[in-house]
């Protein structure tokens, strides 16, 4: 028989410690064995209640001062012991059959590298909502799509058909094996990397193992207030975009270095895709630059990252808007806000 796979979850917060007690029991009160995995939280803030609460529950606690998402995951990863690492967000909480889940996926896999789930919304209070709320069309497209094995050679040429299934969406569904930080440590530890879901599902690409994608909902996604997905003010927008830019960049010098050309492709559709949603909420952007995105769209149709996120839009009408846009931003209003609305876009 085939041993159990060594599992570390690794419970993040950052200032924030309201749902992080609801977050680490969710975590404990699995129906694998609690002997059969550990759980760690790493945190930047320090609770008398909580900290007693956590050392009472045998979890470790791993400490740390910086502002930025990746060196979060390094320091968090380096000090786990499994061989399988699951993240969960402080908001978020686990299905109490996540680890059995994890657990024969993996054992049964010894290629696969990355394995990514679907969720339940809940809102502030943890109370169910109804799952088309929160990106329903992605939702959707893993129910028509099911469950999706992409082996490591073929995973880019498989996926480019695919709709937008967002498999990199959501720390608190991603699962990875370590490699994937430890041997990129470089590009994920980097201040400038604030989107480590994305970076984790290229690090899988490059990785050369087995993705796997599936329409099971593994994880209770908590919708608040205070979530990052939730619209904020012109400034808060403008800091999550520049931040998201230079993640992007990053994604992108790893792919340069690393990744055949058709991986290169993705991760400049990537990066391109932003920037268009970036320029099409700022009215300061000048037509040169609109002109530049035009062209370089009509280079990159033909990734998976280009063909599911205009899908429903339709190439052609994202060049339509970009033009009318170059010509008149008031022109393109309508449009640009129909764009907007076809794409959830990324999200940290």
Known sequence: MVPPVSMSVIVTAHQRPTYLRAAVESALHQSLPRSEYEVLVTKDFTDPDLDRFLDAAGVRVVPYREAELGPMYVRAASEAKGDVLLFLDDDDLFEPTKLAQ?????????????????????????????????RDRERRHRLQVGSLWLPGAEAVARLQPLPELAADFCGSCTVVRRDLISD??????????????????????????????????LTRYRLHLANHSRPRSPEERALWHERLDRSYRLILRMAEAEGPPELVREAEALLLLHRIDRALEDPRVSRSEIRALYREGRRLIGTHRWNARTRAFGHRGLLVLLSLYAISPRLAGATRNRWRNAGSGPAL
Request: net charge negative.
């Open 184 to 217: 990129r440590r470089s590009y994920c530890g980097d201040p400038e990397m604030n989107a480590p879901d994305t970076f984790l599902f290229f690090s899988a690409l490059l990785s050369g193992g087995s993705l796997a994608i599936d329409p099971m909902p």
């Open 102 to 134: 994890t657990d024969r996926i993996f054992r049964n896999s010894p290629d696969l590298s990355y394995f990514h789930h679907w969720y339940h919304p809940i809102d502030q209070a943890g109370r169910p909502l109804d799952p088309s709320l929160h």
